[in-house]
């Protein structure tokens, strides 16, 4: 983190970003407004993000289904024993 950086709220700003620079001008308003769009934005990937693991959990656990029932039916046509094994 660079050393000029401002909290604020629970955030840090960086040096150069907007917000940082409505908090070195006392610029409150623009502060706040600028805060509240990150938090926006922020939400939205993160909401993305858990819609994405939760798409590849389903996904995940339609192979495993998958591959689950192709076990087993491969065990009922005797697929899974060595040639020549009997019994």
């Given at each position: ?24 001008d006392?610029?409150?308003d623009l502060?706040?407004?600028t ?24 996904k ?16 009922s ?11």
């Amino acid at each position: 983190m660079h050393r000029n950086c401002i909290r604020y709220k629970d955030v840090w700003a960086a040096p150069g970003s907007t917000l940082h620079k409505a908090l070195t001008d006392k610029d409150m308003d623009l502060a706040e407004r600028t805060y509240q769009q990150c938090q926006k934005e922020a939400n939205a990937l993160e909401e993305k993000a858990l819609v994405t693991r939760e798409e590849r959990a389903a996904k995940i656990q339609q192979e495993c289904e998958r591959d689950f029932l192709n076990l087993i039916e491969q065990e009922s046509r005797g697929l899974d024993k060595p040639k020549g094994e009997t019994g």
